[in-house]
């Protein structure tokens, strides 16, 4: 139960976590060094590599998601800041969690779940 309630609080606080976002820009260069075919986007950059219209890969070395866009470019979403109150820490994220789980852990107090 307890484990229940602690999941619906992350839940919560997850919720709307995911603010800044980026692009990285079709390389025409790259593309054709690694012979991309047109309907699939590609990155050098941390080991994005290829992708296909709307499919969505974590960053090796950071807590961020591309998705690969329509017009090739693509689109990166990362964490942004969380507020929690003093019954609540925010401790580092696992780089090693898929997206949006690496952002943070928010870990409360016991008193608090009880409380609930
Ligand atoms: C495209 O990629 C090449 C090779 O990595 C690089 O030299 C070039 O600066 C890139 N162009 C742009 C516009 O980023």
Redesign the pocket.
């Known amino acids: 139960m307890k484990l229940l309630v602690f999941t619906i609080i992350f839940g919560l606080f997850c919720h709307g976590t995911m603010a800044w976002v980026g692009i990285i820009?079709r390389?025409?260069?790259?593309r054709a060094?690694h012979k991309i075919p047109d309907n699939r986007c590609f990155s050098?950059y941390q080991d994005i590599g290829e992708l296909g219209f709307g499919e969505r890969k974590k960053l090796s070395e950071s807590c961020a998601i591309a998705t690969c866009q329509p017009n090739l470019d693509l689109a990166l979403e990362g964490c942004s800041t969380v507020a929690v109150d003093g019954e609540c820490q925010i401790l580092d994220g696992d780089i090693n969690d898929p997206f949006p789980d690496c952002c943070y852990k928010i870990v409360c107090k016991e008193s608090i779940l009880n409380k609930i």
């Open positions: 820009l390389n025409d260069t790259e060094s050098l």
